[in-house]
T-cell receptor
Framework: KQEVTQIPAALSVPEGENLVLNCSFT??????LQWFRQDPGKGLTSLLL?????REQTSGRLNASLDKSSGRSTLYIAASQPGDSATYLC???????????????FGQGTILTVHP | NAGVMQNPRHLVRRRGQEARLRCSPM?????VYWYRQLPEEGLKFMVY????????ESGMPKERFSAEFPKEGPSILRIQQVVRGDSAAYFC??????????FGDGTRLSIL
């Protein structure tokens, strides 16, 4: 059974700092690893998706890495801004018989606050 | 291209009533997933459906909960005889084959 853990639970940083969010998972037979952002009262916005065969993905100021052997993924945010304040979730994707990504197993999330 | 649409956004029910939550997937998506987010907890998988078929319901409570995704129309998550512990945010996601999941804004269910 896949279990996903995120550290830290909360993080507060001044604007402009580079920061790293950590995610660990127990089952290395992961199909993919996805990072999401959730704003209060809102749904989830997909940030980055890393396939099991990939090591990292980049989008703008965001970079996510995946190390299946150690069961870890990190999300790096460069030059943080107050608008980055949100809850960040990582989720491991299973394999539903190869026909789709199947269900996602989520971590508890990291609450990020970037203050001006 | 509209995203995943969930309605209602907020639903209030009294204990013992039925709750019906609707999810219209993105155009072209034939895979639907339901997740539940209890207060102070993370999102938990409930059920995964394709058109007219339940593929994985390993996260569904054994009683009172059911889900369907008919050939025509939205996917429905149905909760019978609701209890206070059913209060949560229920999220729907959809995807194409071998594609990432896209999430709706959720339905906030409150039980009085």
């Amino acid at each position: 059974k896949q279990e996903v853990t995120q550290i830290p639970a909360a993080l507060s940083v001044p604007e402009g700092e580079n920061l790293v969010l950590n995610c660990s998972f127990t089952d290395s037979a992961i199909y993919n690893l996805q990072w999401f952002r959730q704003d209060p009262g809102k749904g989830l916005t997909s940030l980055l998706l890393i396939q099991s065969s990939q090591r990292e993905q980049t989008s703008g100021r965001l970079n996510a890495s995946l190390d299946k052997s150690s069961g870890r993924s990190t999300l790096y945010i460069a030059a943080s801004q107050p608008g980055d304040s949100a809850t960040y979730l990582c989720a491991g994707g299973g394999d539903a018989g190869g026909t789709s990504y199947g269900k996602l197993t989520f971590g508890q999330g990291t609450i990020l606050t970037v203050h001006p | 291209n509209a995203g995943v649409m969930q309605n209602p956004r907020h639903l209030v029910r009294r204990r013992g009533q039925e709750a019906r939550l609707r999810c219209s997937p993105m155009k072209g998506h034939s895979h639907v997933y339901w997740y539940r987010q209890l207060p102070e907890e993370g999102l938990k998988f409930m059920v995964y459906l394709q058109k007219e078929n339940i593929i994985d319901e390993s996260g569904m409570p054994k009683e009172r909960f059911s889900a369907e995704f008919p050939k025509e129309g939205p996917s429905i998550l149905r909760i019978q005889q609701v209890v206070r512990g059913d209060s949560a945010a229920y999220f729907c996601a959809s995807s194409g084959s071998n594609q990432p999941q896209h999430f709706g804004d959720g339905t906030r269910l409150s039980i009085l």
